[in-house]
């Protein structure tokens, strides 16, 4: 392959970075858009996705002749290609019944997932991280304006304390199923949260008021939408995720642990002080969205109880020791519906053969983020945003949907050390 030519470069850097913010963090702008302008979120939701493919599309064809990044490339996409005959063969072949429709699950799974990481392979070499940063930023903080915007409007503005304890979802015109869940509304809350909090340690110094003024607002902001959505994935999730950046703060800028201790110790008198809070709403019956779902799933944990996940687990396990090679189908039979964790989907779709490569990934993945310390400020703001995503994954979500998670996978495993397009610009919010 032969060098590109600097000015192409650079555009299929600038691409890349799009196509990257576009697939990771915009989609709750398309579907609340529908809701604003008063039209179902079909049509809006079909767009932002053929948008997605033709954008990664475009990007491969227009670095057709550029050196693809190998870093980990193979390994991922060959359990990409193993899933995609899995998913071929279920519903070409057996014709298994699944809750979404075929075009449905490919359209996800090859426009959104498959293809966009191809073209992230061949660009990342070419993007600029501190744009890819600052565009970021920006879109989950549209993205979070939108979203307590819509929840505001669909509550009347009746700002009442009831109100603002419920679990924030957002509905579609026809007011029947949310068109944002509790969960993707804690989700992005989280994401904006850790964006902000890596951007204001990792640059405050490089920064004027302003510019602290506003990532200090984006935490604040993206900490209501957190606490707002109540589901308790994504707020633990963050929580650790949280602590994760001041231990990369305290070791890569500051360069000591002290103050990464203090700052756990600071942590630490929180929870007691979060221990005792639960205390009181314990004794006065008092419902807070998300405190009182941990505190339910507490008490049905020491009771022994189950929730519907747990079942969905079990079946999942079920079919895995049904056909543990090559296991059995890419859905649950039950309900055509997916486990909630990711490598119980895999042990069920893919059994030995797809576990194997998944957790080859896995570690190849943290492997390339104890490493830190060899790439830029910029690009390590993405790493507490993977692990969130990540650990979602536990929990929720399913393979063939799951589109800002392999993105992101793609970004971090992607990304090369030696990245001569970085840096080139600051990040100023």
């Not at 904006?192 to 990792?202: H, P, W």
């Not at 607002?217 to 994504?234: E, H, Q, T």
């Not at 009181?280 to 779902?293: A, C, D, K, Q, S």
């Not at 830190?372 to 949907?401: A, E, K």
Request: charged share 15%; hydrophobic share 50%.
């Amino acid at each position: 392959m032969g060098v590109p030519i600097e000015k192409d470069a650079e555009t299929i850097g600038k691409l890349t970075e799009w196509m990257i913010v576009l697939l990771c963090f915009a989609y709750p702008i398309s579907t609340i858009l529908s809701l604003f302008i008063g039209m179902s979120s079909t049509a809006f939701n079909t767009g932002y996705r053929i948008i997605g493919v033709c954008l990664s599309i475009f990007i491969i064809i227009k670095s057709v002749n550029f050196a693809p990044n190998k870093y980990s490339q193979n390994l991922l996409f060959l359990f990409l290609i193993v899933y995609f005959f899995r998913i071929l063969i279920d519903l070409g072949i057996y014709d298994v019944f699944h809750e979404k429709s075929g075009l449905e699950v490919f359209g996800f799974y090859i426009g959104n997932i498959l293809i966009p990481l191809i073209a992230m392979s061949r660009g990342i070499n070419y993007v600029n991280t501190a744009s890819l940063a600052r565009k970021s930023f920006v879109c989950l903080l549209v993205v979070n304006l939108f979203s307590l915007a819509a929840y505001l409007i669909q509550n009347r503005f009746q700002i009442s304390f009831d109100i603002l304890l419920q679990r924030a979802e957002i509905y579609g015109v026809d007011q029947i199923s949310p068109i944002l869940n509790s969960i993707s509304y804690s989700l992005y809350g989280g994401y904006l949260l850790l964006i902000s909090f890596s951007g204001y340690l990792f640059l405050k110094n490089s920064l004027n008021g302003k510019g602290r003024a506003w990532l200090l607002f984006a935490i604040c902001f993206g900490l209501l939408n957190l606490i707002l959505g109540a589901s308790r994935g994504p707020m633990l999730i963050t929580v650790i995720c949280t602590i994760l950046i001041l231990f990369i703060y305290h070791t890569k800028v500051r360069k000591t642990l002290g103050y990464f201790f203090r700052s756990i110790l600071f942590f630490t008198s929180g929870f007691v002080v979060f221990g005792y809070l639960i205390d009181y709403i314990i004794l006065n019956n008092i419902e807070i969205g998300g405190v009182t779902r941990i505190i339910n799933f507490s008490t049905q944990i020491k009771g022994g109880q189950k929730e519907i996940r747990d079942y969905l687990f079990e079946e999942a396990w079920e079919m895995f020791l049904n056909n543990p090679i090559i296991g059995d189908q890419f859905v649950l039979r039950s309900n055509g519906g997916y486990p909630h964790n990711i490598f119980l989907e895999v042990l069920m779709a893919l059994g030995f053969v797809g576990i194997f490569i998944f957790c080859l990934l896995i570690i190849r993945l943290f492997n390339k983020i104890k490493s830190f310390r060899s790439f830029d400020i910029y690009f390590i703001v993405f790493v507490p945003l993977l692990l969130l995503s990540f650990g979602l994954t536990l929990t929720s979500g399913n393979i063939y949907q799951n589109v800002d998670f392999w993105n992101l996978f793609g970004l971090i495993l992607f990304y090369p050390r030696n990245n001569q397009y970085e840096n080139r610009s600051s990040m100023s919010f």
